[in-house]
């Protein structure tokens, strides 16, 4: 139900009909009016909130629609338990509610074509299509949001003026509110009609095509981001974006689907978003020598089968997890990993991948994350418990969350000399498994008890003037961004963010300064020791590294990604395989401390954070993070621009050689046609002489 309010409005709501029933059947006009004021009341909270309730009632043939008509039915029924079958009023009731429906068909058809009209074949951010092709506004959002509900709730004025007749026995007031009730939807549909014809209907799909192609041709993309998957892992496109903004080469982001382009982070790179296969395959590409793949899904082989291009698989994190030598991958061209242990993985999987094709560019993201510099001068140590979620094959190795999450967290808060605990769990945990939901409660509880108690003891000093002004400069910086940002495509359909979806470039940098100077004023608003749950997109995870001196997590990229810090970690080892077997299964945990589900080896990561120089395993470390990330010389976002560019060679050489080849067997062809009787010879023809 999403909250105690929405459990009542639906307990109500659901209440509400019988009330009505019994009501019509005793009669009782002011029963009536009570009661159906409650379904009204409480259906439109229900609306409002996006209760799952009412998505649910749909699905089982008591929609919004039906829970309108059963209501004013019962309407019906009480006009003739209350003898007035044979009034006008009952008349009137009857031909109203036959003449709303009526025009229910028109007006769900209009908001219908509207809508399906101002979708655009292809969506698009950053690109100039309003100086090549007339994109109108869209009509008010008061006419087409939640436009089903508005329509049905204008029933309201004939239900109050029909009750009112009922009880005043007076026809003239309920037949007022029957004309206001059919005026009003009438003209609705009427302020409907203008937006489905002439200058307000958006270009065809075909001159919206041609208009990107134009503008493709005249930005001339050389590198492709390409990109297909569900809303949920519009983050694997995200954590691309800045890699982009930095190539040398011009970027293009290609997307399939219209959740991830409303979920794409703001980005200065071009955006163009295709959901039918059809268009993209028929999208003039001509100069696009590289196509870059996050993620192995289906769509990718409407980008693949373009010659022209080469196809790199880029992935979207770096670990040991079977989605990293999935042998799918063979399909690309090139497969770039961040270090060598990428390369050592699809050796030693055998999946097809030749070691030809395996490039080391490094982990551009990873240019945020700051090398370790030990615990600073008076402040206590801060261990980050950063888990993932539990998957969707049940694997108990998955997670540590279920088994050992609540043992990790209570010796971290239990430690002597203290530590603080920063607990950011994966945003999916929970999503299927509901021990694990249960879990992250328990364990955000005992953190947020733990907080609770450290500061009520008096050895935890707090400067709370500090952190009173940190916060008056964090409620600034919000409202800065949020004055920057604005509504962004909130508000705006599709056609008008395509039209006006320019980033302005000045205020994205803004932006994103504030964004850091945000992060820093965050941490300083709260004291150094308190212990603290971080859920939602900021602080971001990259954030969390940084203040954090420690980390305990599980087998993921997350892993990979701390492992550039140089810090000491933990990795739990939830299936219990055993420490050697599962540092021999899982590069990313050689240099690591290995947690068995009850934590009790948690003494030696705090003791190498107390005491970096006695750390048995600082040296591992090193030594792992180059097999795993690559050099730190040259930045890994020059390895990756010298990688584009190296195979963006590569395809102009096929090209060329490609056309050259056409160009011979053109000629050969034509000298042919243009002798008659005459062959022409080709290599190794001796036309008879010399044989013997």
Same mark, same amino acid.
Request: aromatic share 6%; glycine share 8%.
């Given at each position: 139900m999403g909250s105690a309010?929405?459990?009542a ?5 659901m ?6 029933m019994?009501?019509?059947l005793v009669?009782?006009v002011p029963a009536?009016?009570a009661a159906?004021?409650? #379904?009204? !009341?409480a259906?439109?909270y229900?609306?409002r909130?996006?209760s799952?309730l009412?998505?649910?009632l ?8 039906i829970r309108f008509l059963i209501r004013?039915?019962?309407l019906?029924?009480?006009?003739a338990?209350l003898?007035l079958? %044979?009034?006008l009023?009952?008349?009137g ?7 709303f429906y009526?025009?229910?068909?028109p007006h769900?058809a209009?908001?219908?074509?509207i809508? &399906?009209?101002?979708?655009m074949?292809v969506?698009?951010r950053?690109v100039d299509?309003?100086s090549r092709i007339?994109i109108?506004?869209a009509?008010?959002?008061r006419l087409l ?7 049905l709730h204008l ?5 109050a003026?029909i009750l !009112?007749a009922?009880?005043v026995?007076?026809a003239l ?8 009730t059919?005026a009003?939807? #009438?003209?609705?549909v009427l302020?409907l009609v ?5 200058r307000k209907?958006?270009p ?6 041609a208009?990107?192609d134009d503008w493709l041709? =005249?930005? /001339?993309?050389?590198?492709?981001l390409?990109f ?8 694997q ?5 800045d890699?982009m903004e930095?190539? %040398?080469? /011009?970027?293009?982001i290609?997307l399939?689907e219209?959740?991830?382009?409303n ?5 200065t790179v071009?955006?163009i +978003?295709?959901p039918?296969g059809v268009?993209?395959?028929n999208?003039?590409?001509s100069?696009?020598?590289?196509a870059l793949?996050a993620?192995?899904?289906?769509k990718n082989?409407?980008m693949?089968r373009?010659p022209?291009? /080469?196809h790199v698989?880029i992935g979207?994190g770096?670990s040991?997890k079977l989605?990293?030598? &999935?042998?799918y991958?063979k399909v690309y061209?090139?497969?770039w990993?961040?270090?060598?242990a ?9 999946v097809?991948v030749r070691?030809d094709?395996?490039? =080391? ?5 990873l ?14 140590p801060?261990v980050?418990?950063?888990?993932t ?7 108990p190795g998955?997670t $540590? ?10 010796r ?10 920063l ?5 999916f #945990?929970?999503n299927?498994?509901?021990?694990a939901?249960a ?7 005992l ?7 450290r500061?009520?003891d008096s050895?935890?000093?707090? %400067?709370?003037a500090?952190q ?6 964090l409620a600034?910086i919000?409202a800065?961004?949020a004055? !920057?940002?604005?509504t962004?495509d ?8 395509t039209r006006?979806?320019?980033?302005d470039v000045?205020?994205h940098e @803004?932006v994103?300064?504030?964004?850091t100077?945000? &992060?820093?004023?965050?941490w300083?608003?709260f004291p150094t020791?308190e212990?603290?749950?971080? #859920?939602?997109?900021?602080p971001?995870?990259?954030d +969390?590294f940084?203040?954090s ?7 993921s990229s997350?892993v $990979? ?6 810090k000491?970690?933990?990795v739990?080892?939830s299936?219990?395989?055993g420490a050697? @077997?599962? /540092?021999?299964n ?6 690591a401390?290995?947690l068995s589900n009850s934590?009790?080896e948690?003494?030696e ?5 107390r005491?970096?120089?006695?750390d048995?395993l600082?040296?591992d ?6 097999y795993l990330?690559?050099?730190d010389?040259?930045? $890994?976002?020059?390895?990756? &621009?010298?990688a ?9 050489t096929r090209?060329?050689g490609q056309?050259s080849?056409?160009?011979a067997a053109t000629?050969?062809t ?8 005459q062959?022409v ?6 036309d008879?002489?010399g044989?013997g």
């Open positions: 309010a929405q459990l409005a639906a307990v109500l709501m209440a509400g009909f019988p009330a009505l019994l009501a019509a009669p009782s009536f009016a159906a004021a409650v #379904t009204y !009341l259906d439109h229900l609306h909130k996006g799952y009412i998505n649910r749909s699905k089982v043939r008591a929609g919004l629609s004013q039915l019962l019906v029924l009480l006009l338990r003898s079958a %044979d009034n009023i009952y008349y009731a009857i031909a109203c509610f036959i003449a009526g025009l229910q068909a769900g209009l908001v219908q074509l809508r &399906n009209r101002r979708r074949p969506a698009t950053n299509l309003k007339r109108p506004d009509p008010p959002r949001h939640r436009s089903a509900e508005k329509m029933d309201l004025f004939a239900v003026g !009112l009922a009880q026995k007076s007031v309920g037949f007022v509110g029957i004309g206001i059919v009003v939807a #009438t003209l609705y302020a203008p937006y489905v014809r002439g209907i958006p065809n799909a075909e001159k919206v095509l208009a990107v041709g =005249e930005y /001339k993309p050389e590198t492709v390409y297909s998957g569900s809303k949920d892992s519009a983050y496109v995200n954590m691309w974006l890699t930095n190539l %040398d080469s /011009k970027p293009l290609i399939r219209r959740a991830i382009l979920n794409l982070a703001p980005t071009p955006v +978003c295709v039918g268009h993209l395959m999208m003039d590409l100069t696009v020598r590289v793949y993620a192995n899904v289906g082989i409407h693949l373009v022209t291009i /080469k698989f979207h770096d040991d989605a990293s030598v &999935n042998p991958s061209d090139e497969v990993t961040a270090g060598r990428g390369r050592d993985r699809y050796a030693i999987a055998d097809g070691d094709d395996i490039v =080391e560019v490094g982990r551009p993201q240019a945020p994350i700051q090398t370790w510099q030990g615990v600073p001068e008076g402040r206590i801060t980050l418990y950063a888990p979620w539990e998957g969707w094959d049940g694997n998955n $540590s969350v279920v088994l050992a999450g609540e043992n990790i967290v209570k971290l808060v239990q430690a002597d000399p203290p530590v603080r605990v607990y950011k769990p994966h945003p #945990t929970g299927v498994s509901k021990e939901g879990a992250h409660r328990r364990i955000t509880a953190v947020q008890k733990a907080a609770a108690e500061a009520a050895r935890f000093v707090t %400067d709370s500090a009173a002004q940190a916060k008056a400069e600034r919000e800065r961004i004055q !920057l940002v604005g962004g909130k508000g705006r359909d599709e056609a008008e963010a006006d979806g320019q980033v000045a205020r @803004e994103a300064r504030l964004r100077e945000w &992060n820093d004023v965050y300083r608003s020791w212990h603290r749950v971080i #859920t939602g997109a900021e971001r995870l990259y +969390c940084n203040v001196d420690a980390m305990v997590s599980d087998i997350v $990979s990604d701390f492992i550039a810090s140089g000491p970690y933990a739990t080892d299936a219990e395989v050697e @077997e599962f /540092k021999r899982n590069t990313a945990v050689r240099a401390v290995i934590a009790d948690l003494g990561l705090l003791s190498a954070v005491d970096p120089a006695a048995p600082a040296e470390r090193k030594e792992l993070k180059q990330l690559g050099p010389e040259p930045a $890994s976002i020059d390895q990756f &621009n010298t584009v560019a190296n195979l963006a060679l590569k395809a102009e090209n060329v056309e080849r056409i160009a000629a050969e034509e000298l042919a046609n243009a002798v008659p009787g062959r010879s080709s290599a190794g023809d001796t008879g002489v044989a």
